[in-house]
Nanobody, 128 residues
Framework: QVQLVESGGGLVQAGGSLRLSCAASGRTYSSYAMGWFRQAPGKEREFVAA????????YYADSVKGRFTISRDNAKNTMYLQMNGLKPEDAAVYYC?????????????????????WGQGTRVTVSS
């Protein structure tokens, strides 16, 4: 079992940066695949970025590629999302997710249904 708590959201101007953190509790955190998803009002939750248990593989939605960077520090039980060049369309509630099951395809990391554990979310607002 893993408990996840996000932080770092807030209000930023377009073009600005934010760094989200996801603190995990649980002894087996380091063996879990982790991801960031977001949900804007009236829209479905969508994939943003994901990282393998070792941190050796990362995956990004096309809409954030080149602007966002996902990373994890297993010694600190924490995952990060560095967001640069923020756009108004990035505004959403960002959720941290974790899952212990092996993932064999990149599409597994992009699927909401492939993640069993979720944080409560942190809101990102981008002003134009």
């Amino acid at each position: 079992q893993v408990q996840l708590v996000e932080s770092g959201g807030g209000l930023v101007q377009a073009g600005g940066s934010l760094r989200l953190s996801c603190a995990a509790s649980g002894r087996t955190y380091s063996s879990y695949a982790m991801g960031w998803f977001r949900q804007a009002p009236g829209k479905e939750r969508e994939f943003v970025a994901a990282i393998s248990w070792s941190g050796g593989s990362t995956y990004y939605a096309d809409s954030v590629k080149g602007r966002f960077t996902i990373s994890r520090d297993n010694a600190k039980n924490t995952m990060y999302l560095q967001m640069n060049g923020l756009k108004p369309e990035d505004a959403a509630v960002y959720y941290c997710a974790a899952d212990p099951r092996p993932k064999y395809y990149s599409s597994d990391y992009e699927d909401v249904a492939e993640f069993d554990y979720w944080g409560q979310g942190t809101r990102v607002t981008v002003s134009s």
